[in-house]
């Protein structure tokens, strides 16, 4: 699996757009890029996957450059219950190796 | 579709005990791995199930083990309780197809607290 680089932590406001950036210079061509949301105390919550270019749903977007080296999962007008810590993943699902390796996150901290 | 879900949420235990904890999977999902988190070490892989079978296995002593049974329910087992192992237990599943957009699925976790 592809290794990550996210910033630690991170300050918003609320209303605010949140763009957390997420390294990953090793990113397999097979490979997707998935984020997820976690709340203390309780399991990560699935937000969005991509391949390339942009992603859109109801919660978030995630931007992908060409050269795939590198991804933004964007946070339109943040509230206070954005606040939480969020992981990026990078890495191809087989039969071998179907686990999750989760880096340290970037704590998002929103204000009102 | 309902959520994973696990047994129980919280736990005390004391050292030299052994736990047992369950995860029901979202239906149809075929795929359970079990994960635990620390303050210290974030999120660590444990193992994964599939169709009753062990397929993957993380760094963990032997004193942690799985089984999943034919409805795809799993249960792990820590035997032997270290202070070491209170932890948040978590549980994801998936539909375990092997491709790469498979995406796994959390429950809530359990606390176990060893005293």
């Known amino acids: 699996l592809a290794k990550t680089t996210q910033p630690i932590s991170m300050d918003s406001y609320e209303g605010q757009e949140v763009n957390i950036t997420c390294s990953h210079n090793?990113?397999?061509?097979?490979?997707?890029i998935t984020w997820y949301q976690q709340f203390p105390s309780q399991g990560p919550r699935f937000i969005i996957q991509?391949?390339?270019t942009k992603v859109t749903n109801e919660v978030a977007s995630l931007f992908i450059p060409a050269d795939r080296k590198s991804s933004t999962l964007s946070l339109p007008r943040v509230s206070l219950s954005d606040t939480a810590v969020y992981y990026c993943?990078?890495?191809?699902?087989?039969?071998?190796?179907?686990?999750?390796?989760f880096g340290t996150g970037t704590l998002l901290a929103v204000q009102p | 579709k309902a959520g994973v879900t696990q047994t129980p949420r919280y736990l005390i235990k004391t050292r030299g005990q052994q736990v047992t904890l369950s995860c029901s999977p979202i239906s149809g999902h075929r795929s359970v791995s079990w994960y635990q988190q620390t303050p210290g070490q974030g999120l660590q892989f444990l193992f994964e199930?599939?169709?009753?079978?062990?397929?993957n296995k993380g760094n963990f002593p032997g004193r942690f083990s799985g089984r999943q049974f034919s409805n795809s329910r799993s249960e792990m087992n820590v035997s032997t309780l270290e202070l070491g192992d209170s932890a948040l237990y978590l549980c994801?599943?998936?539909?375990?197809?092997?491709?790469?957009?498979?995406?796994?699925?959390f429950g809530p976790g359990t606390r176990l607290t060893v005293l």
């Open positions: 994801a599943s998936s539909p375990g197809l092997a491709l790469s957009t498979d995406t796994q699925y």
């Open positions: 199930y599939f169709s009753e079978t062990q397929r």
């Open positions: 993943l990078v890495g191809s699902r087989d039969g071998a190796t179907n686990k999750l390796i």
């Open positions: 090793n990113i397999a061509t097979n490979d997707y």
């Open positions: 991509g391949y390339k």
